[in-house]
């Protein structure tokens, strides 16, 4: 799903698990006013992403979006306030190991394993991380592994 932002800009895609879907409002009056101010600004209807993201499974989203410079990930269930950002290293068949970039545009030296059923969001292509990617440039290889979120 395309995300927008605050100040009603597209920022980036967004990939959520339906079942934690609660509600679906596409006709009120604020859907209505994000979607002329996209459509004046030239970002509505949103286009597909690039490259595009697959959505079989999460292991293929995740697959996917590794081509783009940075990914967040979201497990909110178990701390809905924190996003963990980085680069996919080894994505494998129930989990990936995440190289961590701080809100400082720091690598971590260590790696972080996350599994795929605790993941409620996976997003890519926005301002911020984009921002921290251009700051920090891509990481250098140290191959540590920390714990598991």
Known sequence: MADVDDEIYLNGWVAFRTKHLEALETSGSKERFIQKALSLRDQWPPRLPDPPIALGSTRELLLST????????????????????????????????????????????????????????????????????????????????????
């Open 66 to 149: 590794a081509k783009y410079p940075l990914t967040t990930l979201l497990v909110e269930e178990c701390d809905p306030q924190v996003a963990y950002i980085g680069v996919p290293q080894a994505i494998g068949q129930k989990s990936l190991s995440l190289r961590e970039i701080s809100p400082s545009a720091k690598w971590s030296k260590t790696l972080t394993r996350y599994r795929y059923r605790d993941l409620t969001r996976i997003e890519v292509g926005a301002k911020y991380e984009d921002a921290l990617f251009s700051v920090a440039g891509p990481p250098r290889a140290h191959g540590k592994h920390s714990g598991s979120a």
